[in-house]
T-cell receptor, first 112, second 114 residues
Framework: GDSVTQMEGPVTLSEEAFLTINCTYTATGYPSLFWYVQYPGEGLQLLLKATKADDKGSNKGFEATYRKETTSFHLEKGSVQVSDSAVYFC???????????FGTGTRLQVTL | DVKVTQSSRYLVKRTGEKVFLECVQD?????MFWYRQDPGLGLRLIYF???????EKGDIPEGYSVSREKKERFSLILESASTNQTSMYLC?????????????FGPGTRLTVL
């Protein structure tokens, strides 16, 4: 079956530090890949997505590149802010399934 | 803006009670979903619906049922609540323009079963 593996958190960074959150996947079909973010007390919202190999999704300074050869979709940001503190979920959906498969989430805490 | 609303942010119920969680979306989306979110487990799909009166089991349907009588409303029902159903419940919706379309989430209902 489909699965998504994310690095364990929490990740604690100082403001303006570089962020990487690792995400790898296994999929039976040809997946599209997503990063969702959950700010404290809120539901999930889509951060970025990529629908085919070598696509780069980007939004709000975050980027992730769909790497088919390594089955990865790592999330990066060059300079994090306190307001980026949230839980980040990697997810996939395939052309053979009608539902998203989520990773377990990675909590990011950014301090001044 | 797409809006998905859930009837309660916090709910406390007793073991054995029947619990209704309501979700409403205002974007005329065909698809609606119920997930539960637990620490270390991420989001797990309970049920989803791709049309009025249609439903499909997700990964963990046991102990739950759903109802979709109107396109905009999707209800999750716990027939007899148990303590292991204490969790955060998230509703989502999406349209039918393709398999890779974005899901829009509600704010969640944190249910505690005593």
């Amino acid at each position: 079956g489909d699965s998504v593996t994310q690095m364990e958190g929490p990740v604690t960074l100082s403001e303006e530090a570089f962020l990487t959150i690792n995400c790898t996947y296994t999929a039976t079909g040809y997946p599209s890949l997503f990063w969702y973010v959950q700010y404290p007390g809120e539901g999930l919202q889509l951060l970025l997505k990529a629908t085919k190999a070598d696509d780069k999704g980007s939004n709000k300074g975050f980027e992730a590149t769909y790497r088919k050869e390594t089955t990865s979709f790592h999330l990066e940001k060059g300079s994090v802010q306190v307001s980026d503190s949230a839980v980040y979920f990697c997810a996939l959906i395939t052309n053979t399934a009608s539902k998203l498969t989520f990773g377990t989430g990675t909590r990011l805490q950014v301090t001044l | 803006d797409v809006k998905v609303t859930q009837s309660s942010r916090y709910l406390v119920k007793r073991t054995g009670e029947k619990v209704f969680l309501e979700c409403v979306q205002d974007m005329d989306h065909e698809n609606m979903f119920w997930y539960r979110q637990d620490p270390g487990l991420g989001l797990r799909l309970i049920y989803f619906s791709y049309d009025v009166k249609m439903k499909e089991k997700g990964d963990i349907p046991e102990g739950y049922s759903v109802s979709r009588e109107k396109k905009e409303r999707f209800s999750l029902i716990l027939e007899s609540a148990s303590t292991n159903q204490t969790s955060m419940y998230l509703c989502a919706s999406s349209d039918d323009r393709g398999p890779y379309n974005e899901q829009f989430f509600g704010p969640g209902t944190r249910l505690t079963v005593l």
